[in-house]
């Protein structure tokens, strides 16, 4: 009796680790096929070239590592057929990870929901050329651009951990290109959905993104976007802690003819409400003692048509100090361009609090670009 109740349960642990086996053999077959049918649909309906190293399926999770997605025509003929302006774009995800999927729902009834989204290390990297024409494409905002996806799905939270975003920018001088560099981008986005009946139990995506400015220059950001809004409705705000003023001259040199010599950002606060058309709110910048160099017209590499952000704010006589007050309150007012996306509006929205701001002191207006 002894030795027929052994057999039995030997027999059944055999059976229990075939089944085993051939379930993990399923998994690594449908890992593989999966992986190949990823790379040849992205390689037929994108501009992409796409090399993906590994792919894993598990019963309720999906994961990538190394995935990359590059043009395959080159920048610079990338843009010659284009024509117009339009980003470039390499990304670069070390590992991606998809917790929480409900296969069933994805195979039988093509509805994609998902708990939760990493990805591990990601590297973008834009480059944009400023000399051609504006391309006059409609840009759509992230309510509206979701609702017209043509499938369902949901993410309750999708995470970037230590990434990065480079962004390049070629103008009409002849100067080094300017280049602004985010490191140490940790963001969340909660939830993300193209599902009307998740989006009425869900209305709202927070998004809250922080991030270092060439490296040393703190920037925290925060988002609420409504999802339903018929009129891309969202809110922004954030701050920018203590900088040298001097670090920002490796991106504003090559797009003006300014050189900031010395000052100080003591920090930057604000906050609007926002839709599909303009965005209004309050900006607080507290600067001192800021000193510039209006560089010669003469010299190569710059133009003086050109001005960004701070050539904006700070364009005084030669050597001239700016003592800025403290608590100084800006308004926050600005239409959107149709053709440029949340980023763009983003940025010049808090530009235009920013030029407020400083707009208070007296300025020679022989040294004020047009």
Same mark, same amino acid.
């Given at each position: 009796m002894n030795f027929e109740f052994s057999k039995g349960l030997k027999i059944i642990f055999i059976a229990g680790g075939l089944i085993i086996v051939l379930i993990a053999c399923s998994f690594t077959f449908f890992s593989l096929w999966a992986k190949k049918k990823v790379v040849a649909y992205l390689q037929e309906h994108t501009e992409f070239n796409v090399h993906i190293e590994s792919v894993s399926i598990g019963l309720h999770t999906a994961e990538m590592s190394w995935l990359e997605l590059t043009p395959k025509l080159d920048k610079e003929k990338y843009q010659q057929i284009n024509g117009h302006q339009q980003d470039w774009v390499v990304s670069k995800i070390e590992h991606l990870k998809f917790y929480g999927i409900d296969w069933y729902e994805v195979m039988f009834n093509k509805k994609a929901e998902v708990d939760k989204l990493t990805l591990i290390h990601p590297h973008f990297y834009i480059y944009r050329d400023n000399t051609l024409p504006d391309s006059n494409i409609y840009k759509a905002l992230p309510a509206t651009l979701l609702q017209s996806v043509p499938f369902p799905f949901s993410i309750k939270s999708v995470v970037f951990w230590q990434g990065k975003v480079e962004y390049e920018k070629k103008e009409?001088?002849?100067?080094?290109?300017?280049?602004?560099?985010?490191?140490?981008?940790?963001?969340?986005?909660?939830?993300?959905?193209?599902?009307?009946?998740?989006?009425?139990?869900?209305?709202?995506?927070?998004?809250?993104?922080?991030?270092?400015?060439?490296?040393?220059?703190?920037?925290?950001?925060?988002?609420?976007?409504?999802?339903?809004?018929?009129?891309?409705?969202?809110?922004?705000?954030?701050?920018?802690?203590?900088?040298?003023?001097?670090?920002?001259?490796?991106?504003?040199?090559?797009?003006?003819? @300014?050189?900031?010599?010395?000052?100080? %950002?003591?920090? *930057?606060? $604000?906050?609007?409400?926002? &839709?599909?058309? !303009?965005?209004?709110?309050?900006?607080?910048?507290?600067?001192?003692?800021?000193?510039?160099?209006?560089?010669?017209?003469?010299?190569?590499?710059?133009?003086?048509?050109?001005?960004?952000?701070?050539?904006?704010?700070?364009?005084?006589?030669?050597?001239?100090? @700016?003592?800025?007050?403290?608590?100084? %309150?800006?308004? *926050?007012? $600005?239409?959107?361009?149709? &053709?440029?996306? !949340?980023?763009?509006?983003?940025?010049?929205?808090?530009?235009?609090?920013?030029?407020?701001?400083?707009?208070?002191?007296?300025?020679?207006?022989?040294?004020?670009?047009?």
């Open positions: 009409e001088n002849s100067g080094p290109h300017a280049k602004i560099v985010f490191t140490n981008l940790r963001a969340t986005l909660s939830p993300i959905t193209s599902d009307s009946l998740f989006a009425v139990a869900n209305p709202v995506m927070d998004v809250t993104i922080q991030a270092d400015l060439l490296d040393s220059i703190k920037i925290k950001l925060e988002s609420k976007i409504k999802l339903l809004s018929s009129n891309d409705e969202f809110t922004f705000k954030g701050s920018v802690q203590s900088f040298n003023a001097s670090i920002l001259n490796e991106f504003v040199t090559p797009l003006s003819n @300014v050189h900031i010599k010395s000052g100080y %950002i003591n920090s *930057i606060h $604000f906050s609007m409400n926002a &839709d599909e058309n !303009i965005a209004i709110g309050k900006l607080d910048m507290d600067y001192h003692d800021l000193k510039v160099n209006i560089l010669s017209e003469e010299t190569p590499g710059k133009k003086s048509g050109l001005k960004t952000l701070l050539a904006n704010l700070f364009m005084r006589d030669e050597d001239k100090d @700016v003592k800025q007050q403290k608590d100084s %309150i800006g308004e *926050i007012r $600005f239409e959107r361009r149709k &053709d440029r996306f !949340i980023f763009n509006y983003w940025w010049n929205a808090v530009r235009s609090g920013i030029l407020s701001t400083v707009s208070k002191i007296p300025v020679d207006t022989d040294t004020v670009p047009k």
